[in-house]
Nanobody, 126 residues
């Protein structure tokens, strides 16, 4: 049974930082592209960042580029999202997701991700 468990969300002030973690089990982690998505109330789930098997390809949404950093530790089956310079508009539930792909190319569309975590709330106050 595949499980993705996010942690690290919470309340931060604008300009502050949070680090999200997502631990995966039940899959061969090193063969999965990992992504982070977020969903604010009343909005569609949107892409935040994704990372290939071996870190050689990383994508960011324009809205977080330069502020967020994605990384992974295949030995720990964990993907991270370091979020700096947080803004109130970053407030959302953040989800990690896993995509098995033979190409290893990260994707930005939710459609391609087979497994999802339960989400962790991030709230940024102004």
């Amino acid at each position: 049974q595949v499980r993705l468990v996010e942690s690290g969300g919470g309340l931060a002030q604008a300009g502050g930082s949070l680090r999200l973690s997502c631990v995966a089990s039940g899959l061969t982690f090193s063969r999965y592209v990992m992504g982070w998505f977020r969903q604010a109330p009343g909005k569609e789930r949107e892409f935040v960042s994704a990372i290939s098997w071996n870190d050689d390809r990383i994508y960011y949404a324009d809205s977080v580029k330069g502020r967020f950093t994605i990384s992974r530790d295949n030995a720990k089956n964990t993907v991270y999202l370091q979020m700096n310079s947080l803004k109130p508009e970053d407030t959302a539930v953040y989800y990690c997701a896993a995509d098995y792909t033979v190409t290893g190319r990260p994707k930005t569309d939710t459609y391609y991700y087979e497994y999802w975590g339960q989400g962790t709330q991030v709230t940024v106050s102004s």
